[in-house]
């Protein structure tokens, strides 16, 4: 090891696990927070299923006085962009329409947001960023805006917005934080695979570390993503398709004359071990029984990519809300406490406190 990845490491004496609480930039204060009502758990309330609930119960209501300004296609099945059409069309009706599904939906927000601030994991939090696929349209950041109003109203200082990546990439790009700059030394890029109930994303992320030393300037250059969900694959499948997928961007990477780290960071739905290892929250992943003691798969991607380039293969996982927020660190040097909030087929979240560096 040369002096100045000596240098690097004595800087950043912080060990390289899984699931790690004490991370280069940041302690992770809490992740996966699970709370209660009567009515089961209260981030289901915030969720992408939920927000289609609320438009629906409009759909629904509207009907009791005349024909739905939405038409007949069901609520499931109007994407991102044909609701965003909605908004600011020329029809108001089907514009209030919506738009009051996006009240219903920012107040639940704003419910869930206010649960999570009493927990002692998340007192003294200054902001929040929100990411998953909702905040990538015009009627979810209405919704992240008015949820902060709603917040604001009831004498909560915090401020609420959208993450700055793309939701599609955060959970990529957030790879990068999870380990001391000094193992990406001599290195342009890495890979990270972003794991969800429903998708899988692997990517070749740029560090771009010689443009900016904090990586506020890291991209994903190339990747993959399959919809698992579709063909309902076992665990055993799902694990040979994602090495598959690094195989060929790792021979893409190299054909471009990019150098991977032997790295690959890893995001993960659940309650992620220090042996890599799975405790609670992977029962909607591809397959099931992701959460058996004999199944690791950090283990099992290292076995089946020992090497990249030159090197051993380390492989890094921790919760798939965590690196999302990760993503956003050096945007968040002005505040001390910060959180996230992924809003999905869940609502995942994590909070941090900047570490000093």
Known sequence: MSQRQDNLKQDNPVPVAHGAVSLPSVTVDGYNLKLRDKDGFIGDKASKSAFQQKLDDWR?????????????????????????????????????????????????????????????????????????????????????????????????????????????????????????????????????????????????VETRIKDKADLSKARVWKSELWRHADDEPNRTATVEHIVGVLERLIAKAQKADLMPAPVIGIACPGTIMPDGSIANGGQNLPGGNWESKSFNLPEALAEAIPKIGDHPTFVIMHNDAVVQGLSQVPFMRDVKRWGVVTIGTGLGNARFTNRTV
């Open 60 to 204: 629904k209501r509207i009907q009791n006085g005349g024909d739905d300004p939405l038409g007949d296609t069901p609520t499931k099945d109007l994407s991102k962009k044909e609701i965003d059409a909605l908004v600011q069309g020329k029809d108001k009706e089907a514009a209030a329409l919506v738009l009051g599904a996006v009240d219903d939906f920012a107040e639940e927000l704003a419910q869930v947001l206010a649960r999570f601030l009493k927990e002692k994991s998340w007192k003294g939090t200054e902001r929040v960023v929100v990411g998953g696929g909702l905040k990538e349209s015009a009627f979810g950041e209405l919704a992240i805006a008015r949820a902060m109003v709603l917040l604001k109203s009831d004498g909560l200082k915090i401020e609420l917005l959208p993450i700055a990546h793309h939701p599609d990439e955060a959970g990529l790009t957030g790879a990068v934080y999870l380990m001391p700059a000094w193992m990406l030394e001599g290195h342009d890029s890495l890979l990270a695979v972003d794991i969800g109930g429903t998708n899988i994303r692997a990517g070749i």
